[in-house]
C-alpha cells in the first residue's frame, strides 16, 4: 500500500518482482542498482542462499524525481522463486502496489511460468488483492537463449489480461528499465484513481 | 490492522516528538518507527553513520516473517523482540498492531529501562497512530495526488 507523508512531503510506493526460481527477478534489480545514479538509489539488500538463490526478498530503493514538489520513492522488491518458500513470497507481497511478472522465457521452463502465476493469483486473492486489477507488467526474460517459447505462445499461456508486456535480457539490461518505468506509471495512475 | 496511508504535519510532528523523548528518556542510541510494509516513519538519536532505510526495511522483514511463525502456532503476534549484541542491542515492539518501534541501545542504558519506557510510549503512539488513521480515512481529507495529472505521470519519465 503506498504511504504518503503530506509533512515529508513523499509518496512511497512498492513493486514486487514475482516469477518461477532462476527467471532473472534478482537480475533485474541488480542491473537497476548497476545503473542507477548514486543519489537516486539506496543500499541493495540480498537475503540470499550461499547459491546466490533468493531466500527471503531483494530490496532496492529508488527515487524517481518530483510530481508537484513531492518526493517519489519506489521500493522494489523481489520475491524468492523456488516452490517450497512460499510462505515468503505471500508475506514480501504484503502492501503491494504493483507487481511485474518476470518470465523464464527457455521452452523447459513453460510449466514453472504457469505454476508461478497461479501461485501469485492464490497469494494475492489471500490478501484481498485481485491479479485482474492490480498494476501488473509481464516481462519476458531471457530472450538471449535458445530453445525459447516465441512470445505469441508465452502471451497466449500468460498474458490473459494483455498487460503491457516487454521482451527483456536482464543479465544485458535490455528490457529492464522499460520493465520498471511501465510498472511505476501504472501505479501512479492507479494510486491517483484510487485516492479520487 | 492496516499501517497509515497517508501522514499530516500535525501527527508527523507529534510522532517525532515522543520519538525524541523516547531516546533521551531510555538513553537509546537510535529509535526509530517504521510501518509494517517498511517505510520509515520517524527516527530520533545517532543517524548520521546510520542506513535507516535498510533498517526498516529489514525490521519490517523480520517482523512479517515472526508473524507468520505467530499465525502458524495460532497466536496472533509476538509484539515485542529482543536482540542482544556485544556492543549493541535491539528492542522491538509492535505498536498497535500496525507500526514498528524499535530501539537500539548499548551500556550507556539496559534492558529493564528500555522495556519500561517503550511499554509507556508505546500507549501514547498507539493514540497517535489510531487518530491518524480515522483522520486519513475522514471523507473531507484531501490527497495531494488530487492535483496530479496524467501529463505530470507522463513527464517523470521523460528522460
Ligand atoms: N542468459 C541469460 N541469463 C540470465 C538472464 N537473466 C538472468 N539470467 C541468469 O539466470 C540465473 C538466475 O538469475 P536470478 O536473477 O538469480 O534469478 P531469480 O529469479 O532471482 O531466482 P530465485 O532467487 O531463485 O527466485 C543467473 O545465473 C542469471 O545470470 C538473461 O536474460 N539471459
Ligand atoms: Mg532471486
Do not use: W
Not at chain 1, 517450497?84 to 511478472?101: E, H, P, Q, T, W
Not at chain 1, 501469485?120 to 485481485?130: A, F, R, S, T, V
Not at chain 1, 501488473?136 to 508486456?165: C, F, G, M, W
Not at chain 1, 528499465?177 to 501505479?187: C, D, G, N, Q, R
Request: net charge negative.
Amino acid at each position: 500500500m503506498s504511504f504518503i507523508n503530506i509533512a515529508s512531503r513523499e509518496i512511497n510506493c512498492k513493486i514486487v518482482y514475482y516469477g518461477p526460481g532462476l527467471c532473472g527477478k534478482t537480475t533485474n534489480l541488480q542491473y537497476i542498482y548497476g545503473h542507477t545514479n548514486p543519489d537516486a538509489k539506496g543500499k541493495m539488500i540480498s537475503l540470499a542462499t550461499e547459491t546466490d538463490r533468493t531466500l527471503f526478498f531483494d530490496f532496492l530503493p529508488l527515487s524517481l524525481g518530483e510530481i508537484r514538489g513531492f518526493k517519489t520513492r519506489f521500493h522494489l522488491y523481489t520475491v524468492p522463486g523456488q516452490v517450497f518458500y512460499n510462505a515468503s513470497r505471500k508475506l514480501i507481497l504484503k502492501g503491494v502496489d504493483g507487481v511485474v511478472f518476470v518470465v523464464d522465457s527457455q521452452i523447459d521452463r513453460l510449466e514453472a511460468n504457469i505454476e508461478s502465476v497461479e501461485n501469485l493469483k492464490e497469494n494475492l486473492n489471500e490478501q484481498g488483492y485481485d491479479l485482474d486489477r492490480i498494476p501488473y507488467i509481464i516481462q519476458y526474460n531471457k530472450r538471449d537463449l535458445t530453445h525459447l517459447a516465441s512470445i505469441e505462445e508465452l502471451h497466449e499461456l500468460l498474458n490473459h489480461r494483455s498487460v503491457p508486456e516487454f521482451e527483456a535480457v536482464a543479465t544485458m539490461g535490455i528490457g529492464v528499465f522499460e520493465t520498471l518505468k511501465a510498472i511505476a506509471k501504472l501505479v501512479f495512475l492507479e494510486l491517483k484513481k484510487s485516492h479520487r | 490492522m492496516d499501517a497509515p496511508s497517508l501522514m499530516f504535519e500535525e501527527e508527523f510532528e507529534e510522532i517525532q516528538r515522543v520519538c525524541d523523548k523516547l531516546y533521551s528518556d531510555a538513553n537509546g542510541k537510535v529509535v526509530f518507527i517504521v510501518d509494517k510494509n517498511g517505510q520509515p516513519i520517524a527516527a530520533a538519536g545517532e543517524l548520521e553513520d546510520l542506513d535507516l532505510t535498510s533498517l526498516a526495511t529489514l525490521t519490517a522483514g523480520n517482523i512479517a516473517a515472526t508473524g507468520g511463525m505467530a499465525s502458524l502456532l495460532e497466536e496472533s503476534e509476538f509484539s515485542t523482540q529482543f536482540h542482544e549484541g556485544e556492543n549493541t542491542n535491539i528492542h522491538i515492539q509492535i505498536i498497535g498492531q500496525r507500526v514498528i518501534l524499535v530501539v537500539i541501545f548499548d551500556q550507556r542504558s539496559s534492558l529493564g529501562l528500555v522495556r519500561l519506557r517503550v511499554r509507556k510510549t508505546s500507549v501514547e503512539l498507539t493514540g497517535i497512530f489510531d487518530r491518524l488513521v480515522s483522520k486519513a480515512e475522514s471523507p473531507g481529507v484531501k490527497s495531494p495526488l488530487d492535483e496530479i495529472t496524467d501529463e505530470d505521470i507522463e513527464n517523470l519519465f521523460n528522460d
